[in-house]
């Protein structure tokens, strides 16, 4: 239940807000802020497109892997403790980040931060259900909530590019240290120490099963492109996190105090909420991951020039994210959600059809953030409150688990399989462009795994044949750009329908039923 001590101190719920939402600020932007640096990366580290992946998806996927344990921690020892904890590992891993000289070590550095923030971001989201017990109010606060996360995506591009202008790529982990000691101080002066709202034994198994599964499925969506859709590795993999998942759902039907009461999802507000949610940040993820390298190896943009490109996205996001909370308090969090979805799907498919090297920016490319900014601010709280709302006050922890557990997985598949799908349409293309040419074959390998080294390769060419070159390993771009695009344009248009489908009209009654299993 929802402690006294939460009721006693709710007073001060809209200067708790700010320390909350300025939490999961420094966790978000650290899911973005990397993407920027990606070129820097594959040009001082020699990264392909593979590591770049692993770049951006340890941390999620860590962060994913692990959310259920740190919202399981944080119900047994307490939300604030563990949320301060959690910040202050994140604090130290950025320094490590920062002082990385090889992909191994920034890719390590970047899971230990992964780790940390999964300490962090369910904390923030229990206790702000806790002192909003009112439902208007909470879905005000989710509001401005949603809107940190959508402000930190185009944040993150933006001071990451600043900073790459001036500093070497470790400035980008650098500037988290401030901002966790701000958050650090506010939030020990301003959060309750609330009471242990869970005591039971603590779901080990649980959590060894679910971070394997959840490891290998994303190991297989990666590596797919380099080892073959059809390789024994590759189904190996896939198969082993079938089996894992499984043997967890199985495991938390019979615990007496699981890790996650699995029973939730045959609630249908709550399991299309949080699909929704996963398929949102599926297609943002998936689609900046991409973009990124856009605007700068296509377009030929600064970093900075890269990331201040970005910031409409921030804009749109700030501004129409409270209007989805309140638009969802008055016609239905299934119309609100529905459309959501639809526009990002809309955005999607204005990029990839429009994303060429000769596309204007104020046109298709503006349009298609746009589109995508103001899907996700009609998605994040109404689709939070659906399953938040869905739960009695003693199951906040388990909704806030998969709240969040389920914009990381989805971040982390978009990024894997929207990067798959580009480096599945790109190698061929490139390799099948320099075939004519006598460019070496291990030139034309890491041509094949890299844009960059493409780029390189077109650059050391003759001058009648460069421009030849070039132009091959930016269409062969687009074209990767393209079926990226256009397979996360499906997923969201899935979304849509299944949103519509089984998402309420209007705000329920909190805390429904769950079914009974055997």
Known sequence: MITTEASEHHDRR????????????????????????????????????????????????????????????????????????????????SVLAALSTSTGELISARALMGVAAAFVFPATLAILTAIFPDPAERQKALGAWGATSGIAVAFGPITGGALLEHFWYGSIFLINVPIVIVTLIAGQLLIPRLAQPVAGRFDLRGVILSTLGVTLLVLAIIEGPQWGWLAGGTLAC????????????????????PLLDVRVFAIPRFSAGAGSIAVAFFCLFGFIFVITQYFQFVKGYSTLSAGVHTLPFA???????????VLALKIG???????GLAAMAAGLLVAGTNSTPSAPYFGPVLVSMILLALG??????PAT??????????????????????????????????????????????????????????????????????LEVAGRAPATVAPILKSAALDAFTSG??????????????????????????????????PSFG
């Open 385 to 454: 409150e659906a399953v938040m709302g869905s739960l009695r006050p003693e199951q906040v922890g388990a909704g806030a688990a998969v709240n969040n557990t389920t914009r990381e997985l989805g971040g982390t598949l978009g990024v894997a399989v929207v990067g798959s799908v580009f480096a599945s349409a790109y190698g061929p293309r490139i390799l099948h462009s320099l075939a004519p040419y006598p460019v070496p074959s291990a030139a034309k390998t890491a041509a094949s795994q890299s844009v960059a080294a493409a």
């Open 14 to 93: 809209w200067l708790i807000l700010p320390v909350l939402c300025l939490s999961v600020f420094l966790v978000v932007v650290d899911n973005t802020i990397v993407n920027v640096a990606l070129p820097s990366l594959s040009r001082d580290l020699g990264a392909s497109t593979t590591s770049l992946q692993w770049i951006v998806d340890a941390y999620s996927l860590a962060f994913a892997g692990l959310l259920l344990a740190g919202g399981g921690i944080g119900d047994r020892v307490g939300r604030k403790l563990v949320m301060q904890v959690g910040l202050i590992f994140f604090g130290i891993f």
């Open 238 to 257: 896939f198969g082993a996190a079938a089996l894992l998942l499984v043997a967890f759902t199985m495991l938390e039907l019979k615990t007496k105090d």
């Open 481 to 514: 750009l393209r079926q990226g695009c256009f397979v996360a344009a499906g997923v969201a248009i899935v979304g849509a329908v299944v949103a519509v489908l089984l998402l309420p009209g209007r705000s329920e009654q909190v805390g429904e039923k769950i």
């Open 333 to 339: 969090t299934r119309t609100v959600v529905g459309f």
């Open 376 to 381: 996700l601010s009609f998605i994040t709280a």
């Open 315 to 325: 804009i749109v996001a700030a501004v129409f994210t409270p209007v989805g909370a």
